[in-house]
């Protein structure tokens, strides 16, 4: 084999014989190709090895003679392959070349591939045929990778602190004095204090030791044993970060929040009594098992009824305030069945509202309280201050010089190396995988981590892989596929990956078969259990009697399943620590939202997540929990996530996000690390009355998580692992496009404007038959028992209502069209306008629609009725396509390019992200 540049386990190569060859485990295995699959595979070996011959020269300082006569060759393939077989994307050509691992290499060769149309689909659609079509990457014409030498010398200090972060991924001491040609204790006598600190054994720069909790760094000065000025100095720069304390006016102290010590409450009580207590009155609070527990017994009758009823006394209803739960009263009917009592709900509601206003009072008028919560408050949430990064401390040697990262993405690079861990909080158009890709190459090239594993949704894998090595064309790395982490093949596939590339791109789907440590789980439940022998030896040494059967019950709920693990005989597959992976990145992390939870304060809260959360996301959670376990004694969490939506359904999400990637040092720190001290904290529970979803045409109190409070604290505990860019300011890093016009100049924003500044509404005036129809619906949810429809509820009422919005034949199809509705012909007159005015540029449209899709069993089809109807109106139909028609990855992305291109100009969707 003489041409094997770049060759890896499983790639091919062609032998001296001409036959191709395999490597395997390291030796060269002959295969049985021939015909066509041969010949495509001589081509693709050849252009591989001219690709990576050409990309090591590059990296070196060989002459720039033999380095053109490289790129020539490679031209010269390339043009002599594509001539004979079609480009490298042509499917023909991906049938034998994604055999090799190193099909991706080949296929950052090529850019905006098209496939055009064939004949075959022209004939069928009408159309004219299109060619097939790409560009040659920058590597065919220019250099696009530069040497870089680590640098031997420095001017000054701050060079030398730029050059030890690009070459070991910190503050290298002996290093930075090697540049400076200075002793390590000069280097230190003269930076200490001013541009580098020592936090915890570790040397870091000044913007560095200014994040994180700096009320913890500042008390630690008192035991580091610095003399005056150097303490001094310290003490200095963590002012700098140190956060203002919040005055008691701007704290939000909501009844029953975990923080507030529990003889706040008490003293409450106390006072509402107003002295009216005698021996037998006991006063008890105290909180266990994240819940408060009350002791309240012989209150005075005038505070029990004046702040309650009989049938809801004060000490009752206070109980249930407290912990955040709703103050409906069930009682049973006639017919033995459980509903709302309405007055006594009512009268709950109302006296909700005075013993909350009692509470706002007592904190008014009590100086003591309010500097004893302020002092609290401030110690606990009022602490941190994020990383400030900048933007020119990642120099990305390895990197397509032809390819410049922008301000925001190389400050996000900057922090993921730096910090170990980020959720990547920026929108669509940021840029979000070229930063991905350079925080995964920057950790493995500095040697702080040795595998990232990339995850992408499935549909996305080969263009996230494309775009990976178009910025680092040199890089060897593996591309899972869906089909190699299947059952008979996953042990041989993650034996590979054990020992392949130190980058793996891998499909979400597949992502689940790579098992977290095998005893992450136990130590989740042990952790769980000594907290719930903690609470109940806090009950033991109060002294005061209360009721401790749910957390017995939680805890024995635990032990049982921790039998269960013990008595797990199962293989074990390779686990995360077993295959060497230390980073986890994932793309798309909004799927990740969805974890599970345990709370007694959100039964029946609306506007939560589902508690029993997703296996997925739960999956997610323990894998992450087995990186902080490995990866405890150093370079960071090793935890990336990336997603334009991290709060987008409920508030918990904030929680949610932050149990991935800071549970210890924030959640834990604080004392917020249960989602109910969360919620107590930064979270409003509130009841109000609803129109009652049962039909009975009555309101009934709800109870809905509502909105944040104290928010400036959680904004700063978000900031510490979350680096965000609004769309507002992504145009301020994006440059501006310029149009000259004779002598004028016009610039406008990189990302166009919305026309009008917001979303056109265009009211649709109904038909008769709609409008009889909503009125049905009105009368049906007034009263369900009278209702014709079978098993009728709020939630089918709602579902009629959608459809008949947009086409009353989704419920009966035989109705006749002019008087089903009208928006789907002036979706049409709209559509076909826009088409219309749009023809010299090929303007492209997207309408989302969630109903009537296209189907095989009779029932109408408002997609393929609004095609019919924009064909009507001279849409070409060869231009019109439903997206649900393209299911596989391959045909997914020949629609994104025929859309890029206008071939296919209209498409309908539904708002399912996954097309």
């Known amino acids: 084999m003489s041409e094997t540049a770049g060759a890896k386990n499983g790639s091919f190569a062609v032998g001296s014989d001409k036959e191709i060859y395999q490597l395997q485990a390291d030796s060269w295995v002959s295969t049985d190709f021939s015909g066509k699959a041969k010949e495509r595979l001589t081509g693709l070996c050849g252009l591989r090895h001219s690709l990576m011959s050409l990309l090591n020269a590059e990296q070196t300082n060989i002459d720039e003679t033999l380095m053109e006569e490289i790129r020539k060759q490679l031209n010269e393939r390339y043009d002599l392959f594509t001539t004979k077989y079609g480009f490298i994307s042509d499917s023909a050509n991906q049938r034998v070349c994604k055999l090799d691992p190193t099909n991706y290499n080949l296929l950052s060769l090529e850019r905006d591939y098209s496939a055009g149309v064939t004949p075959t689909q022209a004939k069928k659609l009408g159309v004219s045929a299109v060619k097939p079509s790409c560009g ?63 936090d915890h054994g570790n040397w870091v720069t000044k913007n560095v030791f200014q994040s994180g909790d700096i009320k913890t760094k500042v008390s630690q000065l ?67 098992n994240n819940e408060w527990h009350l002791n309240l017994s012989c209150l005075p009758h005038s505070l029990e009824t004046s702040l309650g009823d009989n049938n ?33 709900s009512l009268n709950n509601e109302l006296n909700s ?29 009022n602490r941190y201050s994020p990383l400030k990064a900048l933007d020119n401390m990642m120099l990305l040697p390895d990197s397509n010089q032809s390819i410049q990262l922008r301000e925001h993405q190389l400050k996000a690079v900057y922090r993921g190396v730096t910090e170990g861990r980020l959720l990547l909080n920026h929108v669509v158009g940021a840029g979000k995988s070229y930063t991905i890709a350079a925080i995964a190459h920057e950790l493995v090239r500095l040697g702080l981590k040795k595998r990232c594993v990339i995850v992408v949704p499935n549909h996305l894998t080969s263009q996230f892989a494309g775009q990976y090595l178009t910025l680092y064309p040199a890089d060897q790395i593996t591309v899972l596929s869906p089909d190699e982490l299947s059952p008979k093949v996953r042990q041989a596939s993650l034996l590979r990956l054990k020992t392949g590339s130190s980058i793996v791109i891998c499909p979400e789907s597949s992502f689940a078969s790579i098992s977290p440590d095998c005893d992450v789980e136990k130590s989740v439940i042990e952790s769980e259990i000594c907290k719930l022998d903690q609470a109940l030896s806090d009950v033991d040494q109060s002294g005061k009697r209360f009721t401790v059967k749910n957390i017995e019950n939680r805890k024995a709920n635990l032990e049982s399943r921790l039998l269960e693990l013990a008595n797990d005989h199962r293989k074990k597959e390779l686990s995360i620590s077993d295959l060497g992976i230390d980073a986890l990145f994932c793309d798309e992390a909004h799927s990740l939202k969805n974890l599970a939870y345990d709370s007694t304060r959100l039964t029946n809260v609306k506007g939560t997540n589902t508690p029993t959360g997703s296996k ?31 709060i987008a359904n409920s508030l918990l999400e904030v929680f949610t996000f932050s149990r991935y990637l800071a549970e210890d040092e924030v959640l834990e720190n604080s004392g917020i690390n249960h989602i109910d001290t969360w919620v107590s904290a930064f979270a409003d529970i509130k009841s109000d009355f609803e129109i009652s979803a049962t039909g009975s045409g009555t309101f009934k109190p709800v109870t809905r998580l509502r909105a944040f409070k104290n928010l400036s604290q959680l904004k700063s505990q978000w900031s510490l692992f979350t680096d965000s860019v609004t769309a507002k300011e992504l145009l301020g890093y994006l440059p501006k496009l310029e149009k000259v016009d004779g002598n004028t100049t016009q610039y406008f924003d990189a990302i166009p404007r919305i026309t009008g500044g917001k979303a056109q509404q265009i009211i649709v005036e109904p038909t008769e038959l709609q409008l009889d129809f909503a009125k049905s619906l009105v009368e049906r949810a007034s009263n369900f028992k009278s209702s014709k429809v079978a098993n009728d509820n709020m939630l089918l009422v709602m579902n009629h209502a959608r459809k008949s919005s947009i086409d009353m034949r989704l419920l009966n199809p035989n109705l006749p069209p002019e008087v089903s509705g009208n928006k789907i012909p002036a979706t049409a007159k709209v559509v076909a306008k826009k088409y219309h005015e749009t023809t010299s540029i090929r303007g492209t449209q997207i309408i989302f629609l969630d109903l009537g899709v296209e189907n095989k069993d009779g029932r109408h089809s408002v997609y393929s009725d609004l095609k019919k109807q924009l064909r009507s109106l001279g849409v070409q139909e060869s231009e019109i396509a439903f997206a649900q028609s393209y299911k596989t990855p391959i045909a997914k992305s020949e629609l994104y390019s025929k859309l890029n291109q206008g071939i296919i100009r209209v498409v309908i969707a539904s708002t399912n992200p996954s097309w």
């Open 136 to 198: 040659k990457a920058e590597i065919f014409t220019q250099r696009v990778m530069i040497p870089w030498v680590a640098p031997k010398s420095a001017e000054n200090i701050q060079d030398a602190l730029l050059a030890s972060l690009n070459v070991h991924g910190r503050v290298d001491l002996n290093y930075c004095a090697e540049l400076l040609g200075t002793p390590v204790n000069s280097l230190v006598a003269q930076s200490e204090g001013e541009l580098i600190f020592n």
């Open 222 to 288: 008192e035991t580091c044993g610095y003399t005056d000025q150097l303490k001094s100095q310290y003490q200095s720069a963590l002012n700098e970060a140190l956060p203002l304390d919040v005055q008691f006016e701007d704290i939000q102290v909501g009844l029953g929040a975990a923080w507030v010590p529990a003889s706040v409450y008490e003293e409450f009580i106390n006072t509402l009594c107003d002295g009216k207590i005698n021996s037998y009155t006991k006063i008890e609070i105290m909180y266990l």
């Open 312 to 344: 809801y006394p004060f000490s009752k209803l206070i109980k249930r305030l407290m912990n955040g739960r709703g103050t409906e009263v069930l009682v049973t009917d006639p017919n033995g069945k459980r509903v709302i009592d309405k007055e006594s």
């Open 353 to 381: 509202g005075l013993i909350a206003s009692e509470w706002d009072n007592f904190l008014e008028n009590n100086i003591n309280v309010q500097n004893q919560l302020c002092q609290i408050f401030n110690e606990k949430f």
């Open 616 to 646: 997925r996301a739960f999956d997610w959670y323990l894998k992450v929990k087995s990186l902080r376990a490995s990866n405890s004694k150093g370079n960071g969490l090793g935890v990336y996530l990336s997603t334009g939506t991290p």
